[in-house]
């Protein structure tokens, strides 16, 4: 049966055209950021703040410019603003680094926690399916205890830890690997896709 589905999977690779050798390259490519990523995961996460800024910034500025284009619009007021709060979050996450990062990851630690609340909820909801959840669960107390360590870490335990260089460096390296290491994660489980799919295009050549 798993041949059979890897030889259909093959054969509609083969039927798309896609290169193997570029999908090959390409996940390396996205394996070998993912490693230096959680290798220097406090400078993935100020790339990954930068970079979210400008792509920010970019949005905003396109939605202006296309409601300027579609001023006969009835939503072209909305269409605007949209685009002048995109364009502003852009440049304070340019300009602001530090404190986009630190915003981001207390929102990445709430997310976590209310992800593993709704999780625990529909557990409980699937009690009749076997096994399923129990692991339902399992992910979600996963997801709080996850959205909880990180939040202990993003808040200062006292703000005369603050007060000093020192205090401050500490609190920085308490919490700033965060985002890095969560976007090195997803730079790998692409890179690890994009070689499964390289492979059987390969196969399917």
């Known amino acids: 049966m798993t041949n059979l589905s890897?030889?259909?999977s093959s054969a509609r690779?083969?039927?798309?055209?896609?290169?193997?050798?570029?999908?090959?390259?390409?996940?390396?490519?996205?394996?070998?950021?993912?490693c230096i990523g959680l290798i220097a995961s406090y400078w993935m996460t100020a790339v990954a703040v930068f970079w979210f800024g400008v792509l920010a910034a970019a949005?905003?500025?396109?939605?202006?410019?296309?409601?300027?284009?579609?001023?006969?619009?009835?939503?072209?007021?909305w269409h605007a603003l949209m685009g002048i709060i995109y364009?502003?979050?852009?440049?304070?996450?340019?300009?602001?680094?530090?404190?986009?990062?630190?915003?981001?990851?207390?929102?990445?630690a709430i997310s976590l926690v209310a992800t593993g609340v709704l999780r625990i909820i529909l557990a409980f909801q699937l009690r009749g399916e076997s096994g399923v959840w129990l692991a339902v669960l399992l992910s979600g107390i996963i997801s709080i205890l996850l959205g909880v360590l990180v939040y202990r870490a993003v808040i200062p335990p006292d703000q005369a830890v603050l007060a000093?260089?020192?205090?401050?460096?500490?609190?920085?390296?308490?919490?700033?690997?965060?985002?890095?290491?969560?976007?090195?994660?997803?730079?790998?489980?692409?890179?690890?896709?994009?070689?499964?799919?390289a492979r059987l295009a390969r196969k399917a050549a």
């Open 87 to 108: 364009l502003g979050t852009g440049i304070l996450l340019v300009t602001m680094p530090l404190a986009a990062a630190f915003w981001l990851t207390l929102f990445l």
């Open 59 to 77: 949005g905003g500025i396109a939605e202006i410019i296309d409601a300027f284009r579609q001023r006969e619009w009835k939503g072209v007021f």
């Open 13 to 34: 690779l083969a039927g798309q055209g896609l290169s193997a050798g570029w999908l090959m390259a390409l996940a390396i490519f996205f394996i070998i950021l993912g």
């Open 164 to 197: 000093t260089p020192e205090g401050m460096t500490q609190w920085l390296q308490s919490w700033g690997w965060v985002i890095g290491t969560f976007v090195s994660i997803e730079l790998l489980m692409e890179g690890f896709s994009l070689w499964t799919i």
């Open 6 to 8: 890897v030889g259909s």
